[in-house]
């Protein structure tokens, strides 16, 4: 069992930056890929970007890469998702999630944190 809780949501303006954090306990973190997928009102949820349990490898949704990175502590039992340049698209219930390999697709990741609100301002 792992439990994920993300932290760092808020109200940005467009263009502007935030930086989310998912905190695990329980087993030992190294031994999960992460993953981020966000859900905006009216749509289903979608893959973000994943880590793999090194963070030797990253993964992206096109409609992130270049503007989001992924990064894991390991030593400190974090992932976290860096996000820059952020538009109204980008608006949506953020969500980190742990399994033992990596994957873009929610439907095999074992364990979900409650999620963060992510709203960007016009």
């Known amino acids: 069992q792992v439990q994920l809780v993300e932290s760092g949501g808020g109200l940005v303006q467009a263009g502007g930056s935030l930086r989310l954090s998912c905190a695990a306990s329980g087993r030992t973190f190294s031994s999960y890929a992460m993953a981020w997928f966000r859900q905006a009102p009216g749509k289903e949820r979608e893959f973000v970007a994943a880590i793999s349990r090194s963070g030797g490898n990253t993964y992206y949704a096109d409609s992130v890469k270049g503007r989001f990175t992924i990064s894991r502590d390991n030593a400190k039992n974090t992932v976290y998702l860096e996000m820059n340049s952020l538009n109204a698209e980008d608006t949506a219930v953020y969500y980190c999630?742990?399994?033992?390999?990596?994957?873009?697709?929610?439907?095999?990741?074992?364990?979900w944190g409650q999620g963060t609100q992510v709203t960007v301002s016009s």
């Open positions: 999630a742990a399994r033992a390999e990596t994957s873009t697709w929610q439907y095999t990741y074992d364990y």
